[in-house]
Nanobody, 128 residues
Framework: VQLVESGGGSVQAGGSLRLSCVAS????????MGWFRQAPGKEREFVSA????????YYADSVKGRFTISRDNAKNVMYLQMNSLKPEDTAVYYC??????????????????????WGQGTQVTVSS
């Protein structure tokens, strides 16, 4: 599976961006999809994840109520709608995919090591 992110950019605080992640391969709908981010000097952190059907999604506390994850299995695309952006949202955002993420406890969704495939990342910069 190859993942390609797009949609990053520079916005002012309070603004919005929508990230997209296009996946290659015919088994897109088999994967749990997730978004992680990494700010300079910090570890990669979980942002959001969505199961194969789109029926369940998970969010980091820091983005709940502001970000919305979705997927279109027919188009092999996942989205992250980001509203009310804050300077602390500034980071490189990575798309990730995994199959075994969903096996076991819910905490597996939040850990980067449980995802098998990664995109190259897209920069999001929020100015105050």
């Amino acid at each position: 599976v190859q993942l390609v992110e797009s949609g990053g950019g520079s916005v002012q605080a309070g603004g919005s961006l929508r990230l997209s992640c296009v996946a290659s391969g015919r088994t897109f709908m088999s994967y749990v999809m997730g978004w992680f981010r990494q700010a300079p000097g910090k570890e990669r952190e979980f942002v959001s994840a969505i199961i194969w059907s789109g029926g369940s999604s998970y969010y980091a506390d820091s983005v709940k109520g502001r970000f919305t994850i979705s997927r279109d299995n027919a188009k092999n695309v996942m989205y992250l709608q980001m509203n009310s952006l804050k300077p602390e949202d500034t980071a490189v955002y990575y798309c990730a995919a995994g199959v075994t993420v969903a096996f076991g406890s819910r905490s597996r969704y939040y850990r980067a090591e449980n995802y098998d495939y990664w995109g190259q990342g897209t920069q999001v910069t929020v100015s105050s």
